[in-house]
């Protein structure tokens, strides 16, 4: 396996960065018959010009060009929390269809997150509260797909790093607990890699940990906020921003796209 490119450090994210030079993750040998999942958070469509847009991020959405696509930050952050995107239009225009969110609730999602999945069938949703001092949720969805069923889970991690590292354990038992393979992916609010990361609580099970792709701020990419990890680690064959001139203004974040191999030998036993 290796980084194209860049090395995951800061320094040379900034390297990259003024190069503009995006980095990616590529594992060789990927197959030519892959799912692709992509993780966005949208800043509550507001864009990096201060303009409240949800069209933009409809057609960024579209762009990706991803059958299963998870979302942060898809509601109104006080009040209602309505949800902000045309969820029925962008399913006319992509086919992604979203999950179903809570019962009672006006927002598209479970804390902000939402799952747009094509051409699978849902078996279960589960809406998790995470702990930590920040009101943080994720989404636990198992799909049928192509005849392999696996679990995704969505999820918008804390800002403090106490709050991360005790999410990211919450998340591990859910994973644990499903006995089959496995994408956890978000924003997960960690840029470290190593003993310093608050998801170091994720190993072994999950990887690759040091796929660590710079996609805040969405101008000028280098931190690596979005994360996107599977398990097993070789589901994952490759991860990369969505870097276009619309996905850099509609939102501080870029999106992020990985292919992930889901053949049926992949499933675990």
């Not at 086919?95 to 094509?118: A, C, F, Y």
């Not at 005849?147 to 991360?164: C, K, N, T």
Request: aromatic fraction near 4%.
């Amino acid at each position: 396996m290796n980084i194209e490119q860049r090395p995951r450090t800061l320094p040379k994210s900034l390297v990259a960065a003024l190069q503009k030079t995006p980095m990616r993750y590529a594992k060789a040998g990927t197959p030519s018959a892959s799912t692709t999942v992509a993780s966005y958070n949208v800043h509550k469509c507001v864009g990096v010009d201060n303009v409240f847009d949800p069209e933009r991020v409809a057609t960024v959405i579209s762009e990706i060009d991803a059958d299963i696509v998870a979302l942060q930050e898809a509601d109104e952050r006080f009040g209602r929390r309505a949800g902000l995107l045309d969820l029925h239009r962008l399913q006319r225009d992509t086919n992604l269809v979203p999950v179903e969110p809570p019962r009672h609730s006006t927002g598209h999602g479970w804390h902000g997150n939402v799952l747009l999945v094509r051409e699978g069938a849902i078996r279960r949703v589960e809406h998790l509260k995470l702990p930590g001092v920040e009101p943080r949720g994720a989404l636990v969805v198992d799909i049928e797909r192509k005849g392999v069923e696996f679990r995704v889970i969505a999820a918008h991690l804390g800002l403090l790093r106490h709050s991360r590292a005790l999410q990211a354990a919450h998340l591990l038992e859910h994973a644990v607990a499903g006995n089959r393979p496995t994408i956890l992916l978000g924003d997960l609010n960690e840029w470290r890699v190593g003993r310093r990361s608050s998801l170091e609580t994720l190993l072994p099970d999950f990887g690759p940990i040091e796929a660590a792709i710079p996609s805040f701020p969405s101008r000028f990419p280098l931190l690596a906020l979005d994360r996107i990890l599977a398990s097993p680690h070789d589901l994952i064959t490759s991860i990369e921003t969505h870097d276009t001139p619309t996905a850099r203004m509609a939102s501080d974040h870029l999106p992020l796209k990985a292919r992930v191999d889901l053949a049926p030998s992949q499933q675990m036993v």
